[in-house]
């Protein structure tokens, strides 16, 4: 049964806002090529967007003469503004965008550990209404935020886990009470960084692929055909949890020392280096561990240090890779991002000698700035399915 004149209407619409999304300011003769569609129809859906105010005139093409068809359509940026948290467990940083990802403002505040979990909510939602006032923003229409710890699947709310601050739970509720026009959503900081190296990292080619996250803790992330898989209770990817060879004893169910964590976490990175005999940080944190690493990539000295370490990563990355077999794994976070191509290929050839499934290993694009990327392209995407009805 050929759709009615409406329902045609509306798949054109979706159709060309998604390619002004993907392929920038376009003229009404791009949109033509690029969508099969006759002049006629494509002049009705650019005057019924701009109607409606979801697209608008951005500039002129130099390669057109001027006049109608010189016009170039893009989606009306201001029409709605949005904001991405990255929640740590020493702190909260905040970038507001508009529609299309333009950052507007951004900013971060350290939240002591010695904090109250009432003054830790209030400084985080206090700096994200600091950051949308300097963005210029009247109301935010999504946001999207990324912490530690599982989400649960069926509420999708933070869960109680062991370890993480109490705050962590509390700040979701207190910003949807001080922003209540706004959407808040909360996703495992993992999956954001898998996401964002998906769509804007090093692993936009690839459709299946893990990302190891290599930060203060320990975590993976996994997208199967596309998809990110988050499990039965959302607990994919709770590698720190992993028992394996070289620790000093096993992880609980509510501690995974002993597991992963305490192998690849920041602080075991950072005790590692101090036995090579080099200069440690003060503290032991994702950061900290990062600019370790950095200098032993960078100063070519190391050898000893990043060989121990790739043993130890290749002994959590070959058991995802026997399981699930993904073609590719990510080092992210700021540590797999500092290793960069050295440590990557130090792995890489841990994981031809345990497993005989191919893998290739990648470094980090994003670092530790993945997570408020991921976080950041959540909120466009819900957004633009509210807004705009695309699927």
């Known amino acids: 049964m050929p759709a009615s004149p409406r329902t045609a209407r509306a798949i054109n619409d979706r159709l060309a806002l998604r390619l002004l999304h993907d392929e920038g300011p376009l003229t009404a003769g ?5 969508t099969g569609l006759s002049r006629p129809t494509v002049a009705d859906l650019v005057d019924r967007l701009t109607a409606s105010g979801l697209i608008e005139v951005v500039g002129e093409t130099g390669a057109q003469r001027r006049g109608p068809n010189a016009k170039l359509y893009g989606i009306a940026a201001g029409r709605a503004q949005l904001a991405a948290l990255d929640v740590r467990t020493q702190g909260v940083a905040v970038v507001v965008s508009d529609l299309v990802g333009r950052v507007l403002a951004e900013a971060s505040v350290p939240i002591g550990g010695d904090t109250g979990t009432g003054p830790a909510v209030e400084q985080a939602v206090t700096l994200v209404e600091r950051v949308v006032k ?24 933070l869960r109680d886990s062991s370890g993480l601050p109490a705050w962590h739970r509390r700040l979701v509720a207190a910003l949807q009470g001080r922003l209540p026009e706004a959407r808040v959503s909360v996703e495992n900081e993992t999956n954001l960084a898998a996401l964002a190296e998906q769509r804007e990292g090093v692993a936009r080619d690839r459709a299946t692929f893990v990302l190891l996250w290599l930060g203060h803790g320990t975590g993976a992330a996994v997208v199967l055909d596309g998809a990110l898989r988050r499990g039965a209770s959302g607990g994919t990817g709770e590698i720190g949890f992993l028992p ?6 096993l992880p609980s169910s509510t501690d995974c020392e002993g597991g992963f964590h305490s192998l ?26 990062a600019a370790v690493v950095r200098e032993a990539v960078r100063t070519g000295t190391a050898d000893g240090f990043l060989d121990a370490l790739a043993d130890r990563l290749a002994l959590g990355a070959a058991s995802v890779v026997a399981v699930l077999d993904p073609g590719c794994v990510v080092l992210g976070g700021e540590v797999g991002h500092a290793g960069g191509e050295s440590l990557a290929a130090r792995v890489e050839r841990r994981l031809r000698r345990m497993a005989p499934l191919p893998t290739e290993v990648r470094p980090s694009g994003l670092g530790g700035t993945a997570v408020l990327r991921g976080a950041l392209l959540t909120a466009r995407t819900s957004a633009q399915a509210e807004l705009y009805g695309t699927p």
């Not at 976490?265 to 032991?284: K, Q, S």
Request: charged share 15%.
């Open 244 to 249: 394996v060879p070289g620790t000093s004893g």
């Open 134 to 157: 300097q963005a210029g923003a009247d109301r935010l229409h999504t946001v999207g935020i990324g912490a530690p710890g599982l989400i649960d699947p069926a509420s999708g709310e």
């Open 30 to 34: 791009q949109l033509k090529q690029l």
């Open 264 to 289: 690849a976490g920041a602080a075991a990175i950072v005790a590692l280096a101090g036995e090579h005999g080099l200069r440690v940080p003060a503290t032991a944190d994702g950061p900290g561990a």
